[in-house]
């Protein structure tokens, strides 16, 4: 068990509707990262945020968008959702903000990740 | 582009044999380089990192991987597979953000 925690699990809804999914990181981090698994596209980065604000951003479509909340929790929402946006959603969270030493090199940047949700779009 | 490479999709390995998983990277400079595993319905657990210093980098479980400049490689080894080690592995470069593989799934059969 990783400590960070992402519901919910699994999310079917149709094309065209909007969904939100959350996240709380491990107790003491200040960033959170969300990611998208596909088969077709892999594990692609999405956004990151740290203590509130955006700090990276990765492949993330403009229909689509997150916010880290003042408690630290953080919700990815997908919105006019479309058939290839069924994926498995990961989010991960580390003590630091990623940047100055690098993708995680540094132990206070690592990465750890929650189990992820499943979303299933019809 | 900058991007990191597993050619293998799938490996099959008996139990106890040992395990070598290729990464290579396309990359202007020595990315920082990672190994992640991920366990059915699990996320990711990092194994291991590199990013300066000795080629030979040791991670948890018993995996390490070797950095060879020349061969734009950080291929992951284990000398004796273990069951539970049946898994996909990803191999992660780059620099602020990190770009991962296609990933390798391992097969671990009795």
């Known amino acids: 068990d990783s400590g960070v925690t992402q519901t919910p699990k699994h999310l079917i809804t149709a094309t065209g509707q909007r969904v939100t999914l959350r996240c709380s990181p491990r107790s003491g981090d200040l960033s959170v990262y969300w990611y998208q698994q596909s088969l077709d596209q892999g594990l692609q980065f999405l956004i990151q945020y740290y203590n509130g604000e955006e700090r990276a951003k990765g492949n993330i479509l403009e229909r689509f968008s997150a916010q880290q909340f003042p408690d630290l929790h953080s919700e990815l929402n997908l919105s006019s959702l479309e058939l290839g946006d069924s994926a498995l959603y990961f989010c991960?969270?580390?003590?630091?903000?990623?940047?100055?030493?690098?993708?995680?090199?540094?132990?206070?940047?690592?990465?750890?990740f929650g189990p992820g949700t499943r979303l299933t779009v019809l | 582009a900058q991007s990191v490479t597993q050619p293998d999709i799938h490996i099959t390995v008996s139990e106890g044999a040992s395990l070598e998983l290729r990464c290579n990277y396309s990359?202007?400079?020595?990315?920082?380089l990672f190994w992640y595993v991920q366990s059915p319905g699990q996320g990711l657990q990092l194994l291991l990192k590199?990013?300066?210093?000795?080629?030979l980098v040791q991670g948890i479980k018993g995996f390490e991987a070797e950095f060879k400049r020349s061969q734009s490689s950080f291929n992951l080894r284990k000398p004796s597979v273990h069951w539970s080690d049946a898994a996909e592995y990803f191999c992660?470069?780059?620099?602020?953000?990190?770009?991962f593989g296609t990933g390798t799934k391992l097969q671990v059969i009795p």
């Open positions: 991960a969270s580390s003590v630091g903000s990623g940047t100055g030493g690098g993708a995680g090199v540094y132990d206070k940047d690592t990465q750890y």
């Open positions: 990359y202007g400079a020595t990315p920082y």
């Open positions: 992660a470069g780059g620099y602020q953000k990190v770009t």
């Open positions: 590199y990013f300066s210093g000795d080629t």
